[in-house]
Nanobody, 115 residues
Framework: VQLVESGGGLVQPGGSLRLSCAAS????????MSWYRQAPEKERELVAG????????NYADSMKGRFTISRDNGKNTVYLQMNSLQPDDTAVYYC?????????WGQGTQVTVSS
C-alpha cells in the first residue's frame, strides 16, 4: 500500500497550490479519501474528505470556499486545490485512505505560506 503526496512547496500569501495523492496497492474506489494537515506544535486536523464515489464532500470550516477536494478513481488519485493561502495554512499535508477496517496514511508534503 502506498499513498504518495506531491505538489507542496513555498507560496506567497494569496497564492495557490494543488496537492495530489497517488494511491496504489489497494482498491482506491472503495475508500473514503481525506486530506489532513499538521502545523508545528499543533494536532493533526481534518482539511477535507470525499466519499468513495465523490458524491459526498466535507470541509473543515476554515477551508470552506478556499479549498476544493476531488478524486479521479480512474487514476487512483485524490487532489486538493488550495486557493487564497495564508500563513496559517503552513503545515504538513497528509493524504488518508480509510474504510471501516483499513486506515492508510501518506508521508506528507510540506506547504509553506510566506512572503
Amino acid at each position: 500500500v502506498q499513498l504518495v503526496e506531491s505538489g507542496g512547496g513555498l507560496v506567497q500569501p494569496g497564492g495557490s497550490l494543488r496537492l495530489s495523492c497517488a494511491a496504489s496497492g489497494f482498491t482506491f474506489s472503495r475508500y473514503v479519501m481525506s486530506w489532513y494537515r499538521q502545523a508545528p506544535e499543533k494536532e493533526r486536523e481534518l482539511v477535507a474528505g470525499i466519499s468513495n464515489s465523490g458524491g459526498d464532500i466535507n470541509y473543515a470550516d476554515s477551508m470552506k470556499g478556499r479549498f476544493t477536494i476531488s478524486r479521479d478513481n480512474g487514476k487512483n488519485t485524490v487532489y486538493l486545490q488550495m486557493n487564497s493561502l495564508q500563513p496559517d495554512d503552513t503545515a504538513v499535508y497528509y493524504c488518508n485512505a480509510r474504510t471501516l477496517k483499513r486506515d492508510y496514511w501518506g508521508q506528507g508534503t510540506q506547504v509553506t505560506v510566506s512572503s
